[in-house]
């Protein structure tokens, strides 16, 4: 199968937004093509009111959906209730690993542990051999997070000029520092104003660590958006 037909998409199984699958229900609308194959019913999505809207979708364009894990038969109401029951599964399967995670996250956090996420630049996570880590001070990060506030409150430089000053010295950023290999996105000593705006608000860099100081809430324009912070 030529790569041109393949559509892989990095992003949650809940969302239908996802640029890849758009781009295959375009030619699906199109009718430029005749089949979609997928592995599994999850794969199309993870909601089974979605796993029926394109269901019905592919069905009205005349293009056949088949998924490999399912065998290959007649339209029946027994096949039908089959692939509405694995929908219902895959639905509750997430669920439950959406509050097995959080119930982690929250033992962790009880437990004194540094609940995860990203370590904030100067923070090192270390982990635990047991369970759970801490953060460590970086040296060398450290006396780069100083100076930025020096900057700031004793400078009297905006987030703009520290932005434009760091990237004119090429200083790695914490992303440089803590991602590697093709998921880069910008080139080193790239500084964005919003990097610079969350260090200097984070409380973390006086002593306090908050877990669950936020929470998600999703676009009620589009409930497949991915969540934004309240």
């Known amino acids: 199968m030529p790569d041109t037909h393949v559509f892989v998409d990095d992003y949650t199984g809940t969302s239908l937004n996802r640029p890849q699958f758009t781009r295959l229900r ?26 029926l809207l394109l269901s019905e979708e592919f069905e009205q364009a005349g293009v056949a959906l088949h998924m490999v894990t399912m065998p290959a038969s007649d339209k029946t109401p027994e096949t039908q209730l089959l692939s509405n029951v694995r929908g219902i599964i895959a639905e509750y399967e997430r669920s439950k690993i959406l509050e097995r995670t959080r119930r982690g996250l929250d033992g962790r956090a009880k437990a004194g542990f540094v609940p995860g996420g990203t370590a904030p630049l100067g923070y090192p996570y270390v982990k635990h051999a047991s369970k759970g880590g801490h953060y460590e001070i970086c040296p060398e990060e450290a006396t780069l997070v100083q100076r930025i506030f020096q900057m700031y409150v004793q400078s009297g430089f905006s987030i703009n000029a520290i932005a434009q000053q760091l990237t004119r010295e090429r200083i790695p950023t914490q992303s440089d520092r803590r991602t590697h290999g093709p998921s880069r996105k910008m080139s080193t000593g790239t500084w964005q104003l919003s990097s610079i705006f969350l260090m200097l608000t984070n409380e973390t860099y006086t002593g306090t660590l908050y877990y669950g100081k936020t929470e998600s809430s999703y676009s009620p324009n589009n409930p497949d958006k991915r969540p934004r912070i309240a």
């Open 26 to 51: 375009d030619l699906v609308h199109q009718r430029l093509v005749q089949a979609v194959i997928a592995y599994d019913l999850d794969r199309l999505s993870r909601k089974l009111a979605h796993q």
